[in-house]
Every structure is written in structure tokens, then in C-alpha cells.
């Protein structure tokens, strides 16, 4: 993230465990509006940025219509944020009816394969409400990767957030994460990782809205390496608080190919997955980062993120 984005992490989470997860429901979302309109009308960076994907994602938008979206896209940040904030204080049982998950049996059949699963989604809606519910209504704790931050106290509290929720965080050091991870499936256990930007060395370029983006080869892999089910997920808000969302059909690992070759292909049905559900939520993709490959900075080489500190490869 750039130092701007780190202001606004650093600050929106000194915010939110001072004070948010204290507000009643109804004022933490009349905050987060508040902010939301705010920084939307100051059409700093960040919102630039989002219009720029987003009329990738809606390329017959009119400029009005793509300042609607970045709008209630922002609006939709923030109540990513908000939620997040007040997450440990809420009823576990809210998470069973405030989450409606589309064909969560191909979830629970994975499961209950004892193959282990992992499931990649892109940044939409609440990646946090869906491991929430996962935890509490599927009843399978998991495990997940986190990009160490800095200062190390915000990480600290980050990792203590969501192990509360049920959440294993590991931090993302690269070959030991990996390994963890690797372990946790062979034992048939649950994987989740955030895999819509990956821009170091080992992103795997695919082809996302008619144009070239890296995203993470480590849920393809770890699929590979260890025979674990590959399911793509997507997300999306209703009216609050409802969310909803999709289990899609699992990614399989190629018969022919070598595991570079394999893995370009898992990774590319993870992107259709993902572009599937973005286009239909515009508004709900949290991707205000450059993203595709022509929109980069030369200087800009391994970048992860969306302005959350989150999980993005294995």
C-alpha cells in the first residue's frame, strides 16, 4: 500500500477499536456513510482509481453513471470497515441469518470429502462477515494468510480480531506460510485466502476483463500439492445488514500440463469466477489499487491490496 492508504489503515482501525465496535448499529453506519461521502467527494487518488477499474468492469458506463458506482462503492468500503469493527461484539447467531450463502452444500460436500478445501475469493463485500459465518454457521474453523503490517501493534491487533472470530492467521513469509497451509489440507482442514492482486514475481498473469492482471498462484498450487478441493466464492451486500454470496463449482486440477501450465489454468477459471461475481456487485469490488498490468507504474512491482491489510497469496 502507498503511504496514504496507510494513514487511512492506520487511522480507520485506531477509529474502529477506540470507538466503532461501541456505537449502536445504527450510528457505526451513519459514520461509515459519513466517511464514505466525505472521501468520495474530495476525488482524491483512491476513488479515482476506483472509477478507473470500474470502467473496466462496466466499460459502457457513462461518466455518470461510474461516479454513481464509485459513489456506492465507497459506501460500500466503508461498511466493509464499519461491520468489521463490531464483528466480535455481535451474536454468533446473526451470522447464520445476516449471511445467505448460494449452494454452500458444494462447501459442506468438500468437507466432508476430507480432501481439505480451499477457498479463493476476490475482494467483495465482507471477506470477514463470510469467515464469520463459516466458522459459526458451517462450523469449520479455518485458517487464513495476513500481510505483516506496520507498526507492528496494528498487526498485532488485526491477528487478535480475527482469531476472536475462529480464524487461524498466519503472517505471509512465503515458503513457511505455504507450508502451514499445505499441512492444515492434508489434514482435511479449510483454507481462505483473498486472491484478486498479486503483483510479485510469482503472480500469475491471466486475462480479467479483456485485459492482462496478476493474481496469486498459492490456491492453485496448494490444490495441486495436496490434492485439496479448489472452490472459488464471490460476495455481495443486500440491504444491512444482509450479505450475500455464491459457492461456485470447483476449479480441477488439469489432466495434461506441466504445474506451471496447471496452475495458469486454475488460476484463470478463479479469475472468470471472480469477474463473474464483480460484474454483477460492481459496486461491492473493493479494488481501489491499481490492478491491471497496463495501469502500473514502473516502480510499482509488489504491491498487494485493496486498502485492507489482507490475504492475497499462499
Given at each position: 500500500?502507498?503511504?496514504?492508504?496507510d494513514k487511512l489503515?492506520?487511522?480507520?482501525?485506531?477509529?474502529?477499536?477506540?470507538?466503532?465496535?461501541?456505537?449502536?448499529?445504527?450510528?457505526?453506519?451513519?459514520?461509515?456513510?459519513?466517511?464514505?461521502?466525505?472521501?468520495?467527494?474530495?476525488?482524491?487518488?483512491?476513488?479515482?482509481?476506483?472509477?478507473?477499474?470500474?470502467?473496466?468492469?462496466?466499460?459502457?458506463?457513462?461518466?455518470?453513471?461510474?461516479?454513481?458506482?464509485?459513489?456506492?462503492?465507497?459506501?460500500?468500503?466503508?461498511?466493509?470497515?464499519?461491520?468489521?469493527?463490531?464483528?466480535?461484539?455481535?451474536?454468533?447467531?446473526?451470522?447464520?441469518?445476516?449471511?445467505?450463502?448460494?449452494?454452500?452444500?458444494?462447501?459442506?460436500?468438500?468437507?466432508?470429502?476430507?480432501?481439505?478445501?480451499?477457498?479463493?475469493?476476490?475482494?467483495?463485500?465482507?471477506?470477514?462477515?463470510?469467515?464469520?459465518?463459516?466458522?459459526?454457521?458451517?462450523?469449520?474453523?479455518?485458517?487464513?494468510?495476513?500481510?505483516?503490517?506496520?507498526?507492528?501493534?496494528?498487526?498485532?491487533?488485526?491477528?487478535?480480531?480475527?482469531?476472536?472470530?475462529?480464524?487461524?492467521?498466519?503472517?505471509?513469509?512465503?515458503?513457511?506460510?505455504f507450508g502451514t497451509?499445505?499441512?492444515?489440507?492434508?489434514?482435511?482442514?479449510?483454507?481462505?485466502?483473498?486472491?484478486?492482486?498479486?503483483?510479485?514475481?510469482?503472480?500469475?498473469?491471466?486475462?480479467?476483463?479483456?485485459?492482462?492482471?496478476?493474481?496469486?498462484?498459492?490456491?492453485?498450487?496448494?490444490?495441486?500439492?495436496?490434492?485439496?478441493?479448489?472452490?472459488?466464492?464471490?460476495?455481495?451486500?443486500?440491504?444491512?445488514?444482509?450479505?450475500?454470496?455464491?459457492?461456485?463449482?470447483?476449479?480441477?486440477?488439469?489432466?495434461?500440463?506441466?504445474?506451471?501450465?496447471?496452475?495458469?489454468?486454475?488460476?484463470?477459471?478463479?479469475?472468470?469466477?471472480?469477474?463473474?461475481?464483480?460484474?454483477?456487485?460492481?459496486?461491492?469490488?473493493?479494488?481501489?489499487?491499481?490492478?491491471?498490468?497496463?495501469?502500473?507504474?514502473?516502480?510499482?512491482?509488489?504491491?498487494?491490496?485493496?486498502?485492507?491489510?489482507?490475504?492475497?497469496s499462499a
Open positions: 500500500m502507498g503511504k496514504a492508504q489503515v492506520d487511522g480507520l482501525y485506531g477509529l474502529g477499536w477506540a470507538g466503532v465496535k461501541k456505537l449502536p448499529e445504527p450510528a457505526a453506519a451513519a459514520l461509515g456513510q459519513r466517511i464514505a461521502d466525505f472521501t468520495w467527494k474530495r476525488r482524491g487518488k483512491s476513488v479515482l482509481r476506483l472509477e478507473s477499474n470500474l470502467a473496466r468492469v462496466v466499460p459502457d458506463a457513462t461518466p455518470e453513471r461510474l461516479r454513481e458506482l464509485s459513489h456506492a462503492g465507497m459506501r460500500s468500503y466503508m461498511r466493509y470497515w464499519m461491520e468489521s469493527f463490531r464483528l466480535p461484539t455481535m451474536a454468533k447467531e446473526r451470522f447464520g441469518t445476516d449471511v445467505q450463502m448460494k449452494d454452500d452444500h458444494i462447501l459442506r460436500e468438500a468437507l466432508a470429502s476430507g480432501r481439505g478445501v480451499v477457498v479463493a475469493l476476490p475482494h467483495l463485500a465482507n471477506w470477514d462477515l463470510a469467515g464469520a459465518w463459516a466458522v459459526t454457521h458451517i462450523g469449520v474453523p479455518f485458517t487464513t494468510v495476513a500481510e505483516r503490517l506496520k507498526p507492528e501493534t496494528l498487526y498485532d491487533r488485526f491477528v487478535a480480531y480475527r482469531e476472536s472470530l475462529g480464524m487461524e492467521v498466519l503472517p505471509h513469509n512465503g515458503g513457511a506460510a497451509l499445505a499441512r492444515r489440507l492434508r489434514s482435511g482442514g479449510l483454507v481462505c485466502l483473498v486472491a484478486d492482486r498479486d503483483l510479485s514475481a510469482s503472480g500469475v498473469e491471466v486475462d480479467f476483463f479483456g485485459s492482462a492482471a496478476r493474481m496469486p498462484a498459492g490456491p492453485a498450487l496448494l490444490a495441486q500439492q495436496t490434492g485439496a478441493i479448489l472452490l472459488p466464492a464471490t460476495l455481495y451486500y443486500g440491504d444491512a445488514p444482509k450479505m450475500y454470496g455464491r459457492i461456485h463449482s470447483p476449479v480441477e486440477v488439469p489432466e495434461q500440463g506441466t504445474r506451471q501450465e496447471k496452475t495458469a489454468v486454475m488460476t484463470q477459471a478463479l479469475a472468470d469466477a471472480f469477474a463473474q461475481g464483480i460484474a454483477e456487485h460492481p459496486q461491492d469490488w473493493h479494488m481501489l489499487q491499481r490492478l491491471w498490468l497496463e495501469d502500473l507504474e514502473p516502480r510499482e512491482t509488489a504491491g498487494h491490496g485493496a486498502g485492507r491489510p489482507e490475504e492475497h
